[in-house]
């Protein structure tokens, strides 16, 4: 036998793990864009004002539906406002995810500073972001740091939560060895503490990357004049429906798509390096 095969076994057993998940959201998927198509179908709502799938994939490829009359120039005034949108959750999530990790080590080390600020963090979380973002524009103006932050803002929390969960997940007997090898504090959080809370970064990046697209849509729709958010409102306004139940299913598509670049990320990152995801469940671990 060659010193591969039980690799390449792992890699196929971890692929017909996954191929249920998969299955299972494409189907959920299609389930939802029939029903979506039957209720504009069978229901008497105003076919001007309402859009099915078919008419926002006509939209995208199909020349004369919509106007402009060529799909390919609608497709093309897509891109920047997707870019825009992208440019902003990737700045927030940066800047959330340093903030959650600085954070979380923070609080890791220092029983004072957690007793101190995670009521403040968990009173924050129940704000509505929707009531957070006009004080933060007061405060930052309109731009890119005031898109950072109000994506910042949900990133932050779901990150501080799950690191400080990952950092406080090592095993007594490691921490009594690094200890009994003269390690100090940074040590342990380096070799140890950080390097099992990387299923636990994870989890929170799962939670995490598909709302910093709504946060940072969010932004554009209350404070700026570019993205989908801005585009959301402006194509109201002319009512031009098409693209707007189109922005609305781009701005879907690119949470999906964050969440699996998250997941695939992910099994690259700890393929065989933690057990599997089953095996965190069972030990109370969070996903």
């Known amino acids: 036998m060659s010193a591969g095969t039980p690799e390449r076994r792992s890699a196929g057993a971890r692929l017909r793990a996954s191929a249920p998940?998969?299955?299972?959201?494409?189907?959920?998927?299609?389930?939802?864009?029939?029903?979506?198509?039957?209720?504009?179908?069978?229901?008497?709502?105003?076919?001007?004002?309402?859009?099915?799938p078919v008419d926002v994939w006509n939209y995208l490829f199909v020349d004369g539906t919509f106007s402009p009359e060529s799909a390919a120039e609608r497709r093309?005034?897509?891109?920047?406002?997707?870019?825009?949108?992208?440019?902003?959750?990737?700045?927030?999530?940066?800047?959330?995810?340093?903030?959650?990790?600085?954070?979380?080590?923070?609080?890791?080390?220092?029983?004072?500073?957690?007793?101190?600020?995670?009521?403040?963090?968990?009173?924050?979380?129940?704000?509505?972001?929707?009531?957070?973002?006009?004080?933060?524009?007061?405060v930052f103006g309109a731009g890119v740091v005031t898109a950072a932050v109000i994506a910042g803002v949900v990133t932050f929390f779901p990150l501080l939560m799950n690191l400080g969960a990952g950092l406080s997940a090592a095993s007594p007997e490691t921490v009594d060895l690094v200890h009994a090898y003269g390690g100090g504090r940074a040590k342990l959080l380096v070799i140890v503490q950080l390097p099992a809370a990387l299923p636990y970064l994870f989890a929170g990046l799962k939670i995490a990357a598909p709302a910093v697209i709504s946060a940072a849509t969010l932004y554009e729709f209350l404070f700026s004049f570019e993205g989908l958010g801005a585009n959301l409102l402006t194509s109201r306004s002319y009512s031009d429906y098409g693209l707007l139940w189109t922005l609305?299913?781009?701005?879907?598509?690119?949470?999906?798509?964050?969440?699996?670049l998250v997941v695939l990320l992910e099994r690259l990152v700890l393929a065989g390096r933690y057990p599997p995801e089953s095996a965190l469940a069972r030990r109370g671990g969070l996903r």
């Open 76 to 138: 093309a005034a897509l891109v920047p406002m997707i870019g825009v949108t992208v440019y902003h959750a990737g700045i927030g999530l940066v800047f959330g995810v340093s903030l959650g990790l600085v954070g979380s080590v923070l609080l890791s080390v220092s029983r004072t500073l957690r007793a101190m600020f995670l009521p403040i963090a968990l009173v924050l979380q129940t704000v509505p972001l929707i009531a957070m973002a006009p004080v933060i524009y007061a």
């Open 21 to 52: 998940a998969l299955i299972t959201t494409v189907v959920t998927l299609a389930v939802l864009l029939a029903g979506w198509q039957l209720a504009i179908s069978v229901t008497n709502v105003n076919a001007y004002l309402t859009k099915s």
């Open 248 to 260: 609305v299913v781009v701005t879907i598509a690119l949470a999906l798509v964050a969440y699996g």
